[in-house]
T-cell receptor, first 113, second 113 residues
Framework: EAQVTQNPRYLITVTGKKLTVTCSQN?????MSWYRQDPGLGLRQIYY???????DKGDVPEGYKVSRKEKRNFPLILESPSPNQTSLYFC????????????FGPGTRLTVL | RKEVEQDPGPFNVPEGATVAFNCTYS??????FFWYRQDCRKEPKLLMS???SGNEDGRFTAQLNRASQYISLLIRDSKLSDSATYLC??????????????FGTGTLLAVQP
């Protein structure tokens, strides 16, 4: 089944404890991106990647890192999480960029205490 | 001015009603326009792409007005299952930002029996 998977789906952690949210797609898509969704603010793009080893900042990259070593994986890293990073995170992929349908993962609900 | 603006609603309509949503965007160079549907805290899913000539898919019609910089979504014969949040999505079309997508905060539709 064609899909985007994210892990973990739910995570409660404490301030400063490094964490990684994994994202994987099995559709051979070139474009992948991360979003966070907060009430009243909608989805905001954190980082995106046009292809392997190519990443770019979105609108809210502060406090996040990403890497794209393989086409299928695009992990989101929070080196030192803070409470303002408590949010619902979505990973998405598409065949070649913003002109195509974005396929979203199921979301990761992160709480930073 | 927000880059993409939507009326948050909620729109409460009876089954069978026709309802229309508008979305305005600020960047005249934007090229890609979409409507996504999001059920409560689940991942967004593509409802329709929006083309210059307008497009229709069953009970749903999407239109683009470049002169006034807005897109619209019309839902005819509303069903209970149409209850969801509808997200307007536009790419940023200037400079090096053509690969970024901006999501509206969404319009909540509640179809009543």
């Amino acid at each position: 089944e064609a899909q985007v998977t994210q892990n973990p789906r739910y995570l409660i952690t404490v301030t400063g404890k490094k964490l990684t949210v994994t994202c994987s797609q099995n559709m051979n898509h070139e474009y992948m991106s991360w979003y966070r969704q907060d009430p009243g603010l909608g989805l905001r793009q954190i980082y995106y990647s046009m292809n392997v080893e190519v990443t770019d900042k979105g609108d809210v990259p502060e406090g996040y890192k990403v890497s794209r070593k393989e086409k299928r994986n695009f992990p989101l890293i929070l080196e030192s999480p803070s409470p303002n990073q408590t949010s619902l995170y979505f990973c998405a992929s598409s065949p070649s960029g913003v002109y195509n349908e974005q396929f979203f993962g199921p979301g990761t609900r992160l709480t930073v205490l | 001015r927000k880059e993409v603006e939507q009326d948050p609603g909620p729109f409460n309509v009876p089954e069978g009603a026709t309802v229309a949503f508008n979305c305005t965007y600020s960047n005249s160079a934007s090229q890609s326009f979409f409507w996504y549907r999001q059920d409560c805290r689940k991942e967004p899913k593509l409802l329709m792409s929006v083309y210059s000539s307008g497009n229709e898919d069953g009970r749903f019609t999407a239109q683009l007005n470049r002169a006034s910089q807005y897109i619209s979504l019309l839902i005819r014969d509303s069903k209970l299952s149409d209850s969801a949040t509808y997200l307007c999505v536009v790419n940023m079309g200037y400079g090096g930002a053509t690969n970024k997508l901006i999501f509206g905060t969404g319009t909540l539709l509640a179809v009543q029996p």
